[in-house]
């Protein structure tokens, strides 16, 4: 046998066969029968069509979504988990870019740690978007893949459906931060609120007003009606006063029948203004309550950062000694430390009429 049929020809059948290996193809790799170095060349190469398959196996099997992408990120080859996860098997997603699929208010933090991406991989949390619309919680991990001989390398993505989990977690801590009965923010929340809202306003030299509320005229409801319609009262007026102010003010409520309203940037004119409007959410109609139509009040403590505290405690201990005198006074609305104007306002005439 010459040399070109023992040595030569075997090499270059094996090399189509690497060559084939390599570009994903199917083959069959020849001589792994032999006992020279041909064989264990030839064998060497079927335990890496082996690895490669199992590789495959896993890409394709696997319940974790897993995508392999360019390095600007677009869709080069998603597996079965991917596909379902982000389109219920609607057609391939290669070619898009993956964020594409991404909830638009998270792509700015996403794309950005994606372009820091090096030789490390990331994982975060992020909402992702289905081709129709709806949306789900996943945990993705993002990880650059280099390759060999300076070539450009692929990122690696995996994706790991969340949802039910992160929701949960999501009602978990609405609940510890808001009131069960109206939903509202509760006083842990509002408090967290304050704190944030001083320190902006000092960071930014921006006034802003805290109310405290106190019902009026509100334990008969309880003693005479009943509990339940206490608290059906207390839920209609949390919508009627969300219903007047802005966004993004907080209304709270803060145990019982107190509730705290917090405006971030307004002054004292702003905290009046807003006053009036509450004063009236809460009296200008009756509640309707199971058949009984009840007059409700408000008494109003007023107290503005920071002129009347420049701290949350020293804020709130004002509002509440306002609310105090205003209760006292029957004036609707106290400012911290100061009278009422001499003229009640309209809204507090309001307030009077219901009471006579």
Not at 141 to 162: K, Q, S
Not at 183 to 199: G, H
């Amino acid at each position: 046998m010459g040399l070109f049929q023992y040595l030569l020809r075997p090499i270059g059948r094996l090399t189509d066969a690497a060559a084939r290996l390599a570009g994903g193809k199917p083959t069959s790799v020849p001589f792994t029968t032999r006992t020279d170095e041909l064989g264990s060349l030839a064998r060497a190469l079927e335990a890496w069509q082996q690895t490669a398959a199992d590789t495959a196996r896993v890409f394709q099997h696997s319940p974790i979504g897993i995508a392999r992408l360019t390095q600007e990120g677009d869709i080069e080859e998603a597996n079965a988990a991917f596909e379902r996860m982000l389109q219920d098997g609607r057609g391939p997603l290669e070619g898009r870019n993956y964020l594409d699929v991404i909830d638009p208010t998270d792509r700015p933090h996403l794309a950005q740690k994606t372009q820091e991406l090096a030789n490390e991989a990331f994982t975060t949390e992020v909402r992702l978007l289905k081709r129709d619309g709806t949306g789900f919680w996943g945990n993705l991990t993002m990880a650059a893949v280099p390759a060999p001989d300076h070539r450009p390398g692929y990122l690696l993505l995996m994706l790991e459906d969340i949802d039910l989990r992160k929701r949960q977690e999501l009602e978990l801590a609405h609940r510890a931060a808001h009131d069960p009965l109206t939903n509202l923010p509760n006083r842990r929340l509002f408090e967290d609120r304050l704190d944030q809202a001083l320190k902006s306003a000092h960071r930014r030299r921006r006034p802003l007003a805290l109310l405290l509320l106190d019902l009026d005229r509100f334990k008969p409801v309880n003693d005479e009606i009943g509990h339940h319609a206490g608290d059906l009262l207390l839920t209609q007026l949390a919508k009627r006063l969300t219903a007047v102010v802005r966004e993004s003010d907080t209304v709270a409520r803060l145990g019982g029948d107190e509730f705290a309203v917090l405006l971030a940037e307004d002054d004292e004119g702003g905290a009046l203004t807003a006053a009036d409007k509450l004063l009236a959410a809460a009296s200008a109609t009756p509640f309707d309550i199971e058949g009984h139509a009840l007059h409700i009040g408000l008494s109003v403590g007023v107290a503005v950062y920071p002129t009347d505290g420049a701290d949350a405690k020293t804020l709130v201990r004002a509002a509440d000694q306002a609310m105090y005198r205003a209760k006292q006074d029957g004036t609707g609305y106290q400012l911290a430390a100061r009278p009422v104007p001499s003229a009640p306002s309209r809204r507090v005439r309001v307030l009077r009429e219901a009471e006579s």
